[in-house]
């Protein structure tokens, strides 16, 4: 098993710089693909970012160019920057570890609470 835990979130403001971590335990991170999701009330999940076991990303268009996903293979922990806040980035964010493919199983943090004040 693993377990994912998501720290960092809080109070930002308009403009600023949102850095989340992802902290891995049980099982290496870097094993597995490695999402970012995000939630606001009534909406779906969307998706934010990934980062593959090899280290290479991919984000969501509409973040492209604010977003930056990271991850720290010591500390088995994925982190999350994007920049440029905007009230529109507020919401729950949860980190993700994908392993299906692999057999390795799915696993979520438990999300952690962003709030974009102006």
């Known amino acids: 098993q693993m377990q994912l835990v998501e720290s960092g979130g809080g109070v930002v403001q308009t403009g600023g710089t949102l850095r989340l971590s992802c902290a891995a335990s049980?099982?290496?991170?870097?094993?597995?693909?490695a999402y970012w999701y995000r939630q606001t009330p009534g909406k779906e999940r969307e998706f934010v970012g990934r980062?593959?076991?090899?280290?290479?990303?991919l984000y969501a268009d509409s973040l492209v160019g604010r977003v930056t996903i990271s991850r720290d293979d010591a500390k088995n922990t994925m982190y999350l920057q994007i920049n440029a806040l905007k009230t529109d980035d507020a919401g729950i964010y949860y980190c993700?570890?994908?392993?299906?493919?692999?057999?390795?199983?799915?696993?979520w943090g438990q999300g952690t609470q962003v709030t974009v004040s102006s």
């Open positions: 049980g099982r290496a991170l870097n094993r597995y693909f």
């Open positions: 980062i593959f076991p090899s280290g290479d990303t």
């Open positions: 993700n570890a994908d392993g299906r493919a692999r057999g390795l199983g799915e696993f």
